[in-house]
C-alpha cells in the first residue's frame, strides 16, 4: 500500500517536473496520514498540494521541506478561514458570460514548457505569422498531453509496464531508416498531388492506408489531428496499421497543472476553491437551472407560441430559470443579401420577443437572457469566432429587458467552478462531407458519439482547415476546448442528445420548432441536463 502511494505521489510531482528527497516523501505521507485523506481522494489532494507550491516564488525542481511545510500551514489556515467565514452562495456574483474577443491569448510555450501569455494587441485580420501560431499551438498542446498521458509517459519507478510503452517520434526521423514502425502525431492533410499526409512541426508523409483494417473511433477530417502507426517504405510513404484520435485529458488533470493560468480572463481558481464551490452547489443550490433553446426561428409563427408556454410554465411551476440561452439561427432564410424588407422583419420579430419577455415581470426580474447567433444571423462577420447581433437589429431587447447578453459565437459561462462552452454550429453535416476516415456501417447514435470524441480529443471546436471552416487566427484561442469544459452546448440542426466523455458534459438541445417544442434543461447541481417537450396544440 505505501509503495502504491508512494507511486503516486512521485506521479503527480513528476507532473509539475518536481522532484522529490526522501525527508520530502516522507512529510507528505505524513501530511496524508494526519489529514486521513481517503484513497479515492490521494491524487486531488497531492495535486493540490503540488500545485499550491509551484505557486511559490522561490521554489527549485527538488522540493524544499521548509517551502512545502509553510505551503502546507497556508492551505491549512485557508481551509479554516472559509469554515468560519461562510456565507450563503450568490448566483449572480459568480455568474459570468465570456465573449470570444474578450478572452486573454496563452501560447504553448516548448522552452518554458507551460502557457506564455500574448503580449500586443490582437487583430481581426491576423498576419501569416498568427495563422500559422494557431496551428502550432493547437499540435503543442495535443503532444503535451499525449506525452502525459500513462502509455506514453514512462513511470520514475522501475516497472515492468516500461517495455509496453510507446514512442512517439517526428516525421524527420522516418529518414534512411525504411522498413521500421513508427508513431506518428501530425494533422491529416492533402499534398500538392491530392494524397493524404501527415504533418508535423518538422514535415509530412504519405500515408498508404492499404493495410489498415478500420480506423479507431471518431471522426478523421482534413485539419484534425491523429495517432498514427504504421512502417515506414522505400517509396517514402507510411503503411498504416492502426490510427487514432489523440487521448483526451480530464479537467481535473489540466487544471491540476494549469490551475494557476486564467485562460477565461475573469481570475484563476485554484483545484482547492473549485471542489468546496462544486460542494456547495450541490448543497445550497440543488433547484438552480439553465434553460438551452436552439434554431429559435422568430420569423416562424409557432415559435413566440412555444415560448410562450415554456414562461407560463415556469410561472405555474413557480419553476423559474436562472439562465435562458437562445441560440441561433433566428431566421429560417439567410437574409445577409436580402433587402430592407427582410432586415425590417427580421428586427420586428426581436421587438416581438422583447415585447412577451417583458411580459413575465418574475422572469425578467429573475432570469439572464442570452442570445447566441447562428449560422444565418446578422453580424458583422462570417468567420469564426462570430460578434454578437447587430446591436441595431436588438435595441428594443436591449432597452426592455434588464439581465440580457448578445454573446459571440463560441461563448462561454462561467459560474462557480464551472466553465460552460455554448457553440451554434452545424457542425455535424460540416464534419460528415469533410471525413477521409470513419468506421464503416455506423448508426446515428455512433455518430453522436464519434462527433463528441473527435472534438473532445481534438480541444478544438473546428478541426477542420481553414477553407473548410475559417477562422480569425487571432481569436483561435476561443474555439479551444483545453482545459476541458464541464459542459459543452454544442447546438446544431441535428438530431439532440446528451453524452458526457472523459467527464465533459455535452448536449445538443436540437431545433426548438418541430412536433412539439424541444429545448434542454441543465442543472449545476448535478452536472446532467435533460431534454424538455411541451406538446403543440392541435388549433396551432
Known sequence: MADDRQRRVLKVFRKFS?????????????????????????????????????KQEDVNMKVDLNILERVYQGMRNQTEQVDEEKELLDPESHLYVINA???????????AGTFTKAQGPLTVSGTAESRILAIRNRLNIIKQCVLRNEHFAPSTLPSKDREKLVTL?????????????????????????????????????????????????????????????????EDATLEIVAIGQPPCESRETSRSIYGHIDFLGKGSTSLLEDSRFSVRVREELPDLHFF??????????????????????????????????????????????????????????????????????????????????????????????????????????????????????????KFFDQEIVIFRNDIMSRMLRHVVGVKPNVDSETLKRFLVQTILDQGHLSPLTIDIQPTLPDYDHSLRLYPLPTVLVMADKYDRYKITYTGCHVLNPGSFIGNSYVFATYKPAETNSEECILDMDPDE
Open 292 to 413: 438551452f433553446l436552439s434554431d429559435v426561428w422568430l420569423d416562424h409563427p409557432q415559435t413566440l407560441i412555444g415560448l410562450q408556454k415554456m414562461f407560463d410554465n415556469c410561472i405555474e411551476n413557480s419553476f423559474i430559470p436562472k439562465l435562458i440561452v437562445l441560440c441561433g439561427n433566428f431566421t429560417r432564410q439567410a437574409i445577409s443579401h436580402g433587402n430592407s424588407r427582410d432586415i425590417q422583419n427580421y428586427q420586428d420579430n426581436f421587438e416581438a420577443l422583447a415585447d412577451l419577455i417583458i411580459s413575465y415581470p418574475p422572469i425578467i426580474r429573475e432570469t439572464h437572457f442570452i442570445f447566441v447567433p447562428g449560422p444565418l444571423d446578422i453580424t458583422v462577420n462570417g468567420t469564426l469566432p462570430r460578434h454578437h447581433l447587430l446591436s441595431s437589429l436588438v435595441a428594443r431587447l436591449q432597452s426592455k429587458v434588464p439581465k440580457v447578453h448578445f454573446a459571440t459565437n463560441p461563448c462561454r459561462i
Open 18 to 54: 518536481y522532484s522529490l528527497g526522501s525527508e520530502v516523501s516522507q512529510r507528505i505521507e505524513e501530511i496524508l496520514d494526519e489529514n486521513e485523506i481517503a484513497d479515492d481522494e490521494l491524487e486531488t489532494t497531492i495535486e493540490l498540494l503540488a500545485l499550491e507550491y509551484s
Open 101 to 111: 474577443f474578450d478572452m486573454p491569448l496563452w501560447h504553448w510555450s516548448s522552452e
Open 169 to 233: 517520434r517526428s516525421t524527420k526521423q522516418l529518414l534512411g531508416r525504411a522498413g521500421e514502425r513508427f508513431l506518428l502525431l501530425g494533422m491529416l492533410t492533402h499534398n500538392k498531388e491530392g494524397k493524404l499526409c501527415i504533418e508535423d512541426s518538422d514535415g509530412s508523409v504519405e500515408l498508404d492506408f492499404s493495410n489498415l483494417d478500420e480506423p479507431g473511433d471518431g471522426l478523421f477530417t482534413e485539419g484534425s489531428f491523429a495517432l498514427v502507426e504504421g512502417e515506414y517504405t
